[in-house]
C-alpha cells in the first residue's frame, strides 16, 4: 500500500510541475484519461492458486513478509524445476482462465497495459512473455535476478479483445550453466482499463496490394508461422520496420526475425498468411495477364531460397522456388506467379485460395532477419 500511495504522490507532484512550466495552464482546461486497476490475481489464497493452470513440475505455495509482497497479505512462491535447454528450451506456463469467479472480466477492449510484480529469486534473469488466447503475444522481456515490475502495454487496435478465454505467463527453459532450480515470487496482476473501449481495426485485403504493411494494426495477425515450434521464444517475430533502406513502396514493410532451435537450425519453416481472406480479390483479375508478386530484402550474408507455395481451400499445393542472394531484395522477375499458371494446377475454374505461405531455406535463426515489403496483384507491364 506504501508503494501506490508514493507512486500517486509522484504522478501528481509531476502534473503540478508540468501545470508549473506550461504557459496558461489552467485547472478547468486539465485533460486526462481516467485508468483503474482492475485486479485479475493478487495471489491472496490457496483456492485463488488452483484456479490458476501450470504447465511444471513443481511446487506452488503462498508467503508474507515485507520481502517479496508487493500488495496485500501473499504473493506466489513458485520453485520448479525446468529441463536445460542447449538454445531454447521447454517453456513453463502459467494460465490464468477468464470468465470465473476469481476472473470474472472476459471483454479486454478497455485495457490499455497489464501490470504484475515478478521476484526473480534465481542466480541468472529468465526470459518471459506474456500472451492472450495463447497465440496472441503481448510482448518479450528479461526478468533480472531481484524485482521487476513489469508493464505490459496493449495496442487495443492491433488485437480482437473483446472475448478474451485466457491469460498466460511463460517463463523459457534455463540454459545450461543454471544449476538452481527457478525460485519466483508472483504478485498483484492487474489490469490497468481505461473509460473507453476501443476495438481492433478491419483490416481489408481487398485491393492490387492486399498486403501493405503500413501500420502496425496490419502485421498484427496478419502472418502466422509454419511447421511446428519448439517454445514460444523461438516463433517468428513480426514488426513494423520504418527503415528506408528496407522498403521499396509506401511508407513501411515488415521485419521476421528468425530463432534457432536447441538442435540447431532454424526452428520455424518459414511463415504464412492468415486463412480465410476472404476480400482478396483473386477472381477479379485477368489470370493470363496478372502475378501474384512480393517484395522481400535478405540483409544477411547468407544466400537463402524463399519457396512460395499457394493453399487451395482443398489443401491443394502451388509452389515456385526464387533465390534470394545476401544483402539483395527478389528479383521482380522471379518472385512472382501467373494466376493462369496457378489456376491449371488446381481443381475447378476459379482460384479458391486459403494461404499464401513462404519457406525459408538456407538460414539458422541465429539472429537472422528478413523483410517482406508487400504482397501485390501486377501486370507484366508493371514490373
Known amino acids: 500500500m506504501r508503494s501506490k500511495i508514493i507512486k500517486l504522490l509522484s504522478v501528481v507532484l509531476g502534473l503540478l510541475v508540468l501545470c508549473g512550466l506550461a504557459v ?36 506452488i505455495e503462498l508467503e508474507n513478509g515485507d520481502t517479496y509482497v508487493k500488495e496485500g497479505e501473499n504473493c506466489a512462491k513458485i520453485t520448479t524445476e ?12 502459467m494460465v ?24 526473480n529469486a534465481t542466480e541468472s534473469p529468465i526470459a518471459f512473455s506474456m500472451t492472450l488466447n495463447v497465440n496472441t503475444i503481448l510482448g518479450y522481456f528479461t526478468l533480472e535476478k531481484g524485482e521487476n515490475h513489469l508493464v505490459v502495454p496493449v495496442n487495443r487496435e492491433c488485437y480482437d479483445l473483446r472475448s478474451v478465454n485466457t491469460l498466460e505467463f511463460w517463463f523459457e527453459g534455463k540454459d545450461a550453466e543454471v544449476v538452481d532450480s527457478y525460485e519466483l515470487y508472483i504478485d498483484n496482476f492487474v489490469a490497468i482499463v481505461a473509460e473507453d ?10 485491393g492490387d496490394t492486399p498486403f501493405r504493411f503500413e501500420n502496425e494494426y496490419e502485421i498484427a495477425g496478419v502472418m502466422n508461422y509454419m511447421g511446428s515450434i519448439e517454445s514460444v521464444f523461438t516463433k517468428p517475430r513480426y514488426s513494423l520496420n520504418r527503415d528506408l533502406q528496407y522498403i521499396l513502396t509506401g511508407t513501411g514493410s515488415m521485419r521476421i526475425d528468425f530463432f534457432s532451435k536447441s538442435t540447431g537450425g532454424m526452428d520455424s519453416l518459414g511463415f504464412r498468411s492468415v486463412v480465410g481472406t476472404s476480400d482478396l480479390s483473386w477472381n477479379e483479375y485477368d489470370y493470363a495477364s496478372t502475378y501474384l508478386s512480393f517484395d522481400m530484402y535478405n540483409p544477411t550474408d547468407k544466400n537463402i531460397t524463399i ?11 502451388i509452389g515456385k522456388s526464387i533465390a534470394l542472394p545476401a544483402n539483395s531484395w527478389t528479383d521482380p522477375l522471379e518472385a512472382r506467379m501467373l494466376l493462369k499458371d496457378i489456376l491449371d494446377m488446381t481443381v475447378g475454374d476459379k482460384l479458391d485460395i486459403m494461404t499464401i505461405v513462404f519457406y525459408v531455406i538456407g538460414l539458422d535463426g541465429t539472429g537472422d532477419s528478413l523483410y517482406l515489403d508487400n504482397i501485390s496483384f501486377k501486370t507484366a507491364d508493371q514490373f
Open 96 to 119: 490464468f482462465i477468464t470468465g470465473t469467479q476469481y476472473i470474472e472480466k472476459t471483454d479486454f477492449s478497455d485495457t490499455v497495459a497489464f501490470e504484475v510484480d515478478i521476484m
Open 82 to 93: 525446468i529441463p536445460v535447454r542447449e538454445s531454447k528450451g521447454t517453456d513453463l506456463s
Open 307 to 317: 519457396e512460395l507455395a499457394i493453399f487451395t481451400k482443398t489443401n491443394e499445393s
Open 24 to 59: 496558461g495552464c489552467k485547472e478547468e482546461k486539465k485533460e486526462t484519461e481516467t485508468t483503474q486497476e482492475y485486479v485479475l490475481c493478487g495471489f491472496e489464497s490457496k483456492k485463488e492458486l488452483l484456479s490458476i493452470v501450470y504447465n511444471f513440475f513443481g511446487k
Open 197 to 206: 473501449k476501443v476495438n481492433q481495426k478491419t483490416y481489408s485485403f481487398a
